[in-house]
């Protein structure tokens, strides 16, 4: 028992009390940045709310939403914006992160709106990439060629949509 009051005490002190570790702020906007390496798409722009696709699984995103660190995978990410729109976007990779005060950022490699996109260029792009799997040698360059099929497998559907 003197042990358990021990750690107790001990974890009170490291969070600074009992219920510092479980506070949270809550916000009733989304504060949203969206950046890739060829453009900017949102900077701190307040939004309702993002769908994004991850590699947990695709999943959308409000005010108040729980912290979150995600990897994204190639898909479409869609924006709800406060004006009623909505706008996608198609992204190779990246990150999203979900901070503790609803602001929420997604990093992207590479992103293009989704109207930007040749379905007949994604298709070519599609068949060069199994192309390159099927005469692949070698971990590093299937492993390269099967991303680069994954991706543009993605952008195949997105351009569809």
Do not use: W
Request: hydrophobic share 45%; glycine share 6%; aromatic share 6%.
């Amino acid at each position: 028992m003197a042990s358990f009051l021990r750690s107790t005490k001990l974890v009170a002190k490291l969070t600074q009390g009992p219920t510092k570790c479980f506070s949270r702020n809550y916000a009733d906007q989304m504060n949203f940045t969206f950046a890739a390496a060829n453009q900017i798409f949102y900077a701190n722009k307040n939004i309702k709310q993002v769908d994004v696709p991850s590699f947990s699984g695709s999943f959308g995103i409000l005010p108040n939403h729980v912290p979150t660190l995600a990897v994204l995978r190639p898909g479409v990410v869609t924006v709800y914006e406060d004006e009623g729109t909505s706008k996608k976007i198609f992204v190779s990779s990246g990150t999203i992160t979900v901070n503790e005060d609803s602001s929420v950022q997604v990093l992207a490699e590479e992103a293009h709106p989704i109207e930007d996109i040749d379905g007949s260029a994604a298709r070519q792009v599609l068949q060069e990439a199994q192309s390159q799997l099927s005469t692949a040698s070698g971990d590093v360059a299937k492993a390269e060629a099967a991303i680069a099929v994954e991706v543009a497998e993605a952008l195949v559907l997105a351009a569809g949509n």
